[in-house]
């Protein structure tokens, strides 16, 4: 079983529509959690960073990280076609330590 | 904000030689490194850490000298893929992340590079 497991999609939406995504775990230890986008043969470009549980929010991107559950989220409001990419949960144990990817969840916001 | 430049982006290379990749970051001190692997449709999964000015800590099953990983200075460390060959072609990555506050911000990624052995 994979320490962070993340449905691999593809998830398709119409432009406009709320992108939900989410990611579960099975190791305690992890302690900042983050959401990277990937385009096509590039680099992952990091969305946002959290630490422990809790929400946070900047601007259409809103992630969540409930560690009661071992269970974190990422919100997109406001699709755009230009959203259209894979999506990255990653997380580590310590600031610094070396990241656990999940598989990536593949989203198509449709115009 | 941190930017890391990797290059080439894309190479070919013919079965048996040996290819260099570079990672450097271009605003910040990059006291750690981290080299990624990549498939289609898969994730990212992490070859080896290196830290500057010593050897790279490698990922179980990886092979040591097959992918080099040098780390000299603090703005650039070096993947060589020695004697490649067909089942080396991948997409590869490398990451940095800075001391102090740079370190509790995630980290940056280079923009991969895609290697093609024929």
């Known amino acids: 079983q994979k320490e962070v497991e993340q449905d691999p999609g593809p998830l398709s939406v119409p432009e406009g529509a709320i992108v939900s995504l989410n990611c579960t775990y099975s190791?305690?230890?992890?302690?900042?959690f983050m959401w990277y986008r990937q385009y096509s043969r590039k680099g992952p470009e990091l969305l946002m960073y959290?630490?422990?549980?809790g929400n946070k929010e900047d601007g259409r991107f809103t992630a969540q990280v409930d560690k009661s559950s071992k269970y974190i989220s990422l919100f997109i409001r406001d699709s755009q076609p230009s959203d259209s990419a894979t999506y990255l949960c990653?997380?580590?144990?310590?600031?610094?330590?070396?990241?656990?990817f999940g598989g990536g969840t593949r989203v198509l916001v449709k115009p | 904000g941190a930017v890391v430049s990797q290059h080439p982006s894309r190479v070919i290379c013919k079965s048996g030689t040996s290819v260099k990749i570079e990672c450097r970051s271009l605003?910040?001190?990059?006291?750690?490194m981290f080299w990624y692997r990549q498939f289609p449709k898969q994730s990212l999964m992490l070859m080896a850490t290196?830290?500057?000015?010593?050897?790279?800590?490698?990922e179980q099953g990886v092979e040591k000298d097959k992918f080099l990983i040098n780390h000299a200075s603090l703005t650039l460390s070096t993947l060589t893929v020695t004697s490649a060959h067909p089942e080396d072609s991948s997409f590869y990555i490398c990451?940095?992340?800075?001391?102090?506050?740079?370190?509790?911000?995630?980290?940056?990624f280079g923009s991969g590079t895609r290697l093609t052995v024929v």
């Open positions: 990451s940095a992340r800075g001391a102090g506050n740079l370190a509790n911000y995630g980290y940056t």
């Open positions: 190791n305690s230890a992890f302690q900042y």
């Open positions: 959290t630490y422990s549980s």
């Open positions: 990653a997380m580590s144990k310590a600031a610094g330590n070396k990241l656990t």
């Open positions: 605003d910040f001190q990059a006291t750690t």
């Open positions: 290196s830290n500057e000015g010593s050897k790279a800590t490698y």
